[in-house]
């Protein structure tokens, strides 16, 4: 039986036992061998996945028997765009242990992060993906639209990334989202 929870401080090695396995095999395929190592230890320093818990975001993870199986890190946080007058979920990342891939642990993390975005009456969850992800099929299952592309500028690298939108429905309203998609 999976347990989904918030993770603590403490949690923190179990967050990194997950990226070591995913992050870089990923990556790899897509990015060089030294982007791969520079984004690594920036995003997944003990002291950068602490500070991130300390300023807002939230991660949560999946476990079976106490072993993490994933996790979905998240914020609550105002739409950059200024399209929606609500605050929105950022996705900042989810990432799940190849081995127990396909198994449904993806969608139980997304879809309690969108429990978490209707109960904030957040009228969507927007995500970055590299454009040459495969975890785009995933997000296009789940119901996310291409929202914009862009470049980001990241230490001596840059990220080719969409940023894809899902919209929310809270029970209360639906908002519809426009598409600004830049070619």
């Known amino acids: 039986m999976y347990k989904i929870r918030i993770a603590f401080i403490s949690d923190i090695p179990k967050i990194i036992e ?13 990015l060089s061998e030294e ?6 230890e920036k995003m997944y320093s003990p002291e950068f ?23 979905v890190a998240y914020e609550i946080k105002e739409d950059v765009y200024g399209l ?12 799940i242990k190849q081995d127990t891939q396909g198994k449904g642990i993806g969608k139980l993390l997304m879809n309690e992060v969108i429990k978490i975005a209707q109960k904030n009456h957040c009228p ?6 590299h454009r040459k992800n495969t975890a785009m099929y995933f997000y296009k299952k789940m119901g996310f639209e291409l929202f914009e ?14 940023i894809l939108r899902k919209s929310i429905v809270d029970g209360l309203q ?10």
């Not at 929606?84 to 990432?95: A, D, Q, S, T, W």
């Open 174 to 183: 639906s908002t519809e989202i426009r598409l600004n998609v830049i070619g």
């Open 124 to 129: 969507c969850i927007q995500l970055n993906v």
């Open 84 to 95: 929606l007058k609500n605050e929105i979920i950022y996705l900042h990342r989810i990432y």
């Open 35 to 40: 982007q791969v190592e520079y984004m690594y």
């Open 49 to 71: 996945i602490q500070w991130q818990m300390q300023t807002g975001t939230t991660y949560l993870m999946c476990l079976e028997n106490e072993k993490i199986l994933g996790f």
């Open 149 to 162: 592309k862009t470049d980001i500028a990241y230490g001596p690298y840059w990220l080719n990334d969409y």
């Open 18 to 30: 997950v990226a070591e396995a995913v992050w870089k095999q990923t990556y790899r395929a897509f």
